[in-house]
């Protein structure tokens, strides 16, 4: 009863930028982390960056310094600002929320369907 849904994905210029959301919607009776995956063709799927429910924020070497993580816990919503973005950054974007559905489930994660995101010239 959780859905996540992704959006602002697209093709981008080197050194371009995107700006990813996304929005939990369902039964959510507390938010904790969320965080955005990415995964290449014939690549494992790899952590981007992660914020916990206070604003702590966690990122891969690879977009440290680039990359942006927040969230808007009134709107249940994560998002990812993605600068100097480079060809290596190409990759299907998933947007995951660790959440306890009620009081008395433990804690699930949650997968969006992904975005593509192509930088390319």
């Known amino acids: 009863q959780v859905q996540l849904v992704e959006s602002g994905g697209g093709l981008v210029q080197p050194g371009g930028s995107l700006r990813l959301s996304c929005a939990a919607s369902?039964?959510?009776?507390?938010?904790?982390?969320m965080g955005w995956y990415r995964q290449a063709p014939g690549k494992q799927r790899e952590l981007v960056a992660r914020?916990?429910?206070?604003?702590?924020?966690m990122y891969a070497d690879s977009v440290k310094g680039r990359f942006t993580i927040s969230r808007d816990n009134a709107k249940n919503a994560v998002f990812l600002q993605m600068n100097s973005l480079k060809p290596e950054d190409t990759a299907v974007y998933y947007c995951?929320?660790?959440?306890?559905?009620?009081?008395?489930?433990?804690?699930?994660?949650?997968w969006g369907q992904g975005t593509q995101v192509t930088v390319s010239l």
């Open positions: 914020i916990t429910s206070g604003g702590s924020t």
């Open positions: 995951n929320a660790a959440l306890f559905p009620t009081v008395v489930d433990a804690l699930r994660d949650y």
């Open positions: 369902g039964r959510i009776f507390s938010l904790d982390a």
